[in-house]
């Protein structure tokens, strides 16, 4: 595609309840990251994903959180048992291998655990 | 651990001046990106302007400009003949060479007053 894709752009949730946040990188990015932006807060790595090379999950916060890539391209984002913490916007980018200086972000999904 | 530090939470400034925003960082590396991201009311992150450390030229693009004094940790965005449309979260980045993780501040919110 033209630019990287999140779906959906938001999602209010149960306390308690899991979700998968979609992102769908840059047509021939083999890079892909994923960041959280909590409320009036910085970017905060979370995970990053290289071709077939096992993932970067050095950003997770906890076991509830997991992500996947399947086929090198599409990627899911899931958070399980969800806490209001979690409320954030959750943001991914993609680039070209090793070149994250040349990263391209998506427009977020906001995620609100009610 | 590398940190990016934005003093300035919020700024306001009229149409067509200029405003300077202000980031220190702090690596023991040698080698390392500094960066300007713009965050409209959209979400999506918009590179501004990059600057290689080894570099001792400051990065200009058109309107914007850094001044990167890499002694004293500090990389600072100029913004002249500011526009309406220049009203944003405006986030400092580093990033160490090699590495595949961005570290980010906590961001100045700019608003340009007509």
């Known amino acids: 595609g033209a630019g990287v894709s999140q779906s959906p752009s938001n999602k209010v949730t149960e306390k308690g309840k899991d979700v998968e946040l979609r992102c769908d990188p840059i047509?021939?990015?083999?890079?892909l990251y994923w960041y959280r932006q909590s409320l009036g807060q910085g970017l905060e790595f979370l995970i990053y994903?290289?071709?077939?090379?096992?993932?970067?999950k050095s950003g997770l916060p906890s076991d509830r959180f997991s992500a996947e890539r399947t086929g090198g391209s599409v990627s899911t984002l899931t958070i399980q048992r969800t806490q209001q913490e979690d409320s954030a916007v959750y943001l991914c980018?993609?680039?070209?291998?090793?070149?994250?200086?040349?990263?391209?972000f998506g427009q977020g999904t906001r995620l609100t655990v009610v | 651990a590398q940190t990016v530090t934005q003093s300035q939470p919020e700024m306001s400034v009229q149409e067509a001046e200029t405003v300077t925003l202000s980031c220190t960082y702090d690596?023991?590396?040698?080698?390392?990106?500094l960066f300007w991201y713009k965050q409209p009311p959209s979400r999506q992150m918009i590179l501004v302007i990059r600057?290689?450390?080894?570099?001792?030229q400051n990065a200009t693009e058109n309107r914007f400009s850094v001044n990167f004094q890499k002694a004293a940790k500090s990389f600072s965005l100029k913004i002249s003949d500011s526009q309406l449309g220049d009203t944003a979260m405006y986030f400092c980045?580093?990033?160490?060479?090699?590495?595949?993780?961005?570290?980010f501040g906590q961001g100045t919110r700019l608003t340009i007053n007509p």
């Open positions: 980018a993609s680039s070209l291998v090793g070149a994250v200086t040349e990263a391209f």
């Open positions: 047509s021939g990015h083999t890079a």
């Open positions: 994903f290289q071709g077939n090379s096992a993932p970067d």
């Open positions: 690596t023991s590396e040698n080698n390392y990106y």
């Open positions: 600057q290689e450390a080894y570099k001792q």
């Open positions: 980045a580093f990033t160490n060479q090699g590495a595949q993780k961005l570290v």
